[in-house]
C-alpha cells in the first residue's frame, strides 16, 4: 500500500507570492491533517480535514488555508509569504471518520523556503 | 489546550548504552499518547502508541514506554541502542475526544548513537 505522498517535495519561493501544496493520503483514508515543522517552534497542528469539512485548526493567520477533495487529496495555500514561512510542512493521514482512537501516518513533506 | 515537554534535547551515547527520554504533558482530560520518529532524510514514523490498557506498551526496534498517569508521563525507553537507532525522537499527545485528530508535540529529542 502506497504512502501519504506530498508535491512538491522541495519550493523555493520569494516574499510576498503565494504556494500551493499537495498532499495525497494513503488509500481509504479520509482524514488529512497538516503540520508545519521549523527549528524554533517544532511541530505544530494547522488543521485537519475530513470528509472536505475542516474539523480542526491551529494558532495560524488566515493567510494558511486548505481544502479538501472528494478524493480525499487535500491541499494548502499559503499566501502572502513571509520570511518566518520557511518550514518543512507535513501531511498525514488516518482513516476516519475522526474517532476516539485513531493513528496519523505521515508523509514526506513539502520543505518551503521563502527568500 | 494541550502541551508536550521533552528534555535533554541532545543526547549521545554509545552503542549497547540504554536510553530513556522523558515526556511530560499537560491536558486535564484523558490522552492518547504516541512516540515518533524522524531517521535522517526520511519521514516521521511511529514507534509506539497508547490509547488504554496496560500503561507499559512495546513498540517496533525493541522500544518500549511507559504511561504514569499520575506524572502525566510517557517516557521512551530502549535498554541497548544500536548505531541506527541515530533519529529525532517525538512525544505527541492528543486529547481522546471525538473527532480530534490534533496532535500537540514536543520540541524532540536529537539522539545520536556514537560506534
Known amino acids: 500500500k502506497a504512502g501519504v505522498t506530498q508535491t512538491p517535495r522541495y519550493l523555493i519561493k520569494t516574499r510576498g507570492q503565494q504556494v500551493t501544496l499537495s498532499c495525497s493520503p494513503i488509500?481509504?483514508?479520509?482524514?488529512v491533517s497538516w503540520y508545519q515543522q521549523t527549528p524554533g517552534q517544532g511541530l505544530q497542528f494547522l488543521f485537519e480535514y475530513f470528509s472536505e469539512t475542516q474539523r480542526n485548526k491551529g494558532n495560524f493567520p488566515g493567510r494558511f488555508s486548505g481544502r479538501q477533495f472528494s478524493n480525499s487529496r487535500s491541499e494548502m495555500n499559503v499566501s502572502t509569504l513571509e520570511l518566518g514561512d520557511s518550514a518543512l510542512y507535513l501531511c498525514a493521514s488516518s482513516l476516519g471518520p475522526p474517532t476516539l482512537i485513531d493513528e496519523q501516518f505521515f508523509g514526506p513533506g513539502t520543505r518551503l523556503t521563502v527568500l | 489546550a494541550q502541551s508536550v515537554s521533552q528534555h535533554n534535547h541532545h543526547v549521545i551515547l554509545s552503542e549497547a548504552a540504554s536510553l530513556e527520554l522523558g515526556c511530560n504533558y499537560s491536558?486535564?482530560?484523558?490522552?492518547?499518547l504516541f512516540w515518533y520518529v524522524q531517521y535522517p532524510g526520511q519521514h516521521l514514523q511511529l514507534l509506539l502508541k497508547?490509547?488504554?490498557?496496560?500503561?507499559l506498551v512495546k513498540g517496533i526496534k525493541g522500544f518500549e514506554a511507559e504511561f504514569i498517569k499520575s506524572k502525566f508521563s510517557f517516557n521512551l525507553r530502549k535498554p541497548s541502542v544500536q548505531w541506527s537507532d541515530t533519529a529525532e525522537y517525538f512525544c505527541a499527545v492528543n486529547g481522546a475526544v471525538y473527532g480530534n485528530n490534533r496532535l500537540a508535540f514536543g520540541k524532540g529529542n536529537q539522539v545520536v548513537v556514537i560506534p
Open positions: 488509500s481509504g483514508h479520509r482524514s
Open positions: 491536558y486535564g482530560g484523558t490522552v492518547n
Open positions: 497508547y490509547f488504554s490498557g496496560d500503561p
